[in-house]
């Protein structure tokens, strides 16, 4: 069965509901188990007009399931896509109140800045290289509106997959001055090393990210537009987070970005 608009709209104020008034709900798949991909992205776009109704405004977009294990693993052979709008986003080194999150953890990531436009199909490397002005450190707090943390791949991409805060910090540098495949990461809790990685981990290199999610766009009858930041996927497993927390990103030649709970 085909999902109609109405029930397309009921299923993106259901999610949107969860995240204003901090209530988790089970999957969406578990009331449609019939819903087509196309329609999970139906469901986020809903959810991103009515933010853009209610007076934010796009800032960029972001990547997950950037592992080629992970998307093996789930049947796959893309990433899953969402945007940024700018209530998402908090100041470097500020207090996240977790009172107004379900369950969050928080991502390592490497995120672009675009000077150009971008568009598809046909998006590759050299176009990304040649369209973004900078890259630098990210933290994603992602916020899953599913109880217990607990969906299928159409359900979080109809949840916006699960994005809920990012800051970003450290130093931003040239995109094609650095090897990014190479650059390392270290993600530390509290004073402690809790995680390690490097951009390799997404897709073998994170402009890679940046291609895919131009020619999703492009499907979508959508543009990159120049100015977006793009937070490319966490580097490494995502880490619970709760209050009293404090998190540090050291990213070679990057600097660092801390955000505290």
Same mark, same amino acid.
């Given at each position: ?109 490497? /995120? ?10 046909? /998006? ?5 290289? &040649?369209? /973004? ?29 699960? &994005? ?98």
């Amino acid at each position: 069965m085909k999902l109609t608009k109405k029930i397309i709209n009921k299923l993106a104020e259901q999610l949107d509901n969860c995240q204003l008034n901090v209530e988790d709900t089970v999957k969406i798949t578990d009331q449609y188990p019939e819903m087509s991909w196309d329609e999970a992205y139906a469901v986020q776009e809903n959810i991103l007009q009515r933010k853009l109704s209610r007076g934010a405004r796009l800032v960029g977009y972001k990547v997950g399931l950037t592992s080629h294990a992970k998307m093996h693993q789930m049947g796959v052979d893309s990433p899953i896509f969402g945007f940024l709008v700018d209530e998402y986003s908090v100041n470097e080194a500020s207090i996240v109140d977790t009172n107004n999150l379900i369950h969050p953890k928080v991502e390592p990531e490497l /995120c672009f800045i675009t000077r150009d436009e971008l568009s598809g199909p046909g /998006c590759n490397v050299a176009n990304v290289l &040649a369209a /973004c002005d900078l890259v630098l450190p990210g933290i994603e707090i992602i916020d899953s509106r599913y109880k217990d943390f607990k969906f299928d791949l159409k359900s979080v991409i109809a949840d916006n997959t699960s &994005a809920a805060r990012f800051v970003v910090g450290g130093k931003a540098v040239d995109a094609n001055s650095i090897d990014l495949a190479t650059t390392g990461i270290v993600l530390e809790k509290n004073g402690e090393q809790v995680s390690y990685g490097a951009g390799a981990a997404i897709l073998g290199n994170p402009t890679v990210a940046v291609a895919l999610l131009v020619n999703h766009l492009s499907k979508r009858g959508h543009v990159l537009p120049a100015g977006s930041l793009i937070f490319t996927g966490g580097i490494t497993e995502a880490v619970a987070v709760s209050a009293g927390d404090n998190i540090n990103l050291r990213v070679q030649n990057l600097g660092s970005v801390s955000i505290r709970f």
